[in-house]
């Protein structure tokens, strides 16, 4: 089945605690993205990858890290979490920039 | 402005037609699209209209674009309960570095 898998579905972690969440694609496609959704926020770009080894920043990029060493993997990368980025995040993929995106089920995470 | 305006909230007696509306701001945007988000679940894309189009129909869904008033909409004919969910309009924008934005998200509650 085509899909994005995202993990973990849910993380509580404390304020500081480096933490990586996982998002991988089975589709091949290129085009690679992060998001954050808030309440009253929608969705906004975290960070964005075209390619293997080609990342860019989206809106919201400060805290956060990615990487993009396979085209099927890119993981967003929390140095240093704080309760600020206490949301819950979306990884998508696409065939190319267009959109078209197929989107992964979510993680919910906490800051304390 | 640079963002996609969609109401919050919409409420739709069951077997009515729903109709979802969505403002955007690039003329030269040239892929609109509407994603549908169930609780608990990543956004799943809906489908899309070209800008050289007026108006796309699939099944029960009709989406309909005025590229003079940069007005989408899109329209759920015998809305049923399976059709609660929120409903993001999104633009694809040259102008900002073929990015996609997404509207705030318009929640659907379906009334007995």
């Known amino acids: 089945e085509a899909q994005v898998t995202q993990n973990p579905r849910y993380l509580i972690t404390v304020t500081g605690k480096k933490l990586t969440v996982t998002c991988s694609q089975n589709m091949n496609h290129e085009y690679m993205s992060w998001y954050r959704q808030d309440p009253g926020l929608g969705l906004r770009q975290i960070y964005y990858s075209m390619n293997v080894e080609v990342t860019d920043k989206g809106d919201v990029p400060e805290g956060y890290k990615v990487s993009r060493k396979e085209k099927r993997n890119f993981p967003l990368i929390l140095e240093s979490p704080s309760p600020n980025q206490t949301s819950l995040y979306f990884c998508a993929s696409s065939p190319g920039s267009l959109g078209g995106y197929t989107f992964g089920s979510g993680t919910r995470l906490t800051v304390v | 402005g640079e963002d996609v305006e969609q109401s919050l909230f919409l409420s739709v007696r069951e077997g009515d037609s729903s109709v979802i509306n969505c403002t955007y701001t690039d003329s030269s945007s040239t892929y609109l699209y509407w994603y549908k988000q169930e609780p608990g679940a990543g956004l799943q894309l809906l489908t899309y209209?070209?800008?050289?189009?007026d108006m796309k129909q699939d099944q029960r869904l009709t989406v309909l674009l005025n590229k003079k008033d940069k007005h989408l909409s899109l329209r759920i004919a015998d809305t049923q309960t399976g059709d609660s969910a929120i409903y993001f309009c999104a633009e694809f924008q040259l102008s900002r570095d073929d990015k996609i934005i997404f509207g705030k998200g318009t929640r659907l509650h379906i009334l007995p």
């Open positions: 209209i070209f800008s050289n189009m």
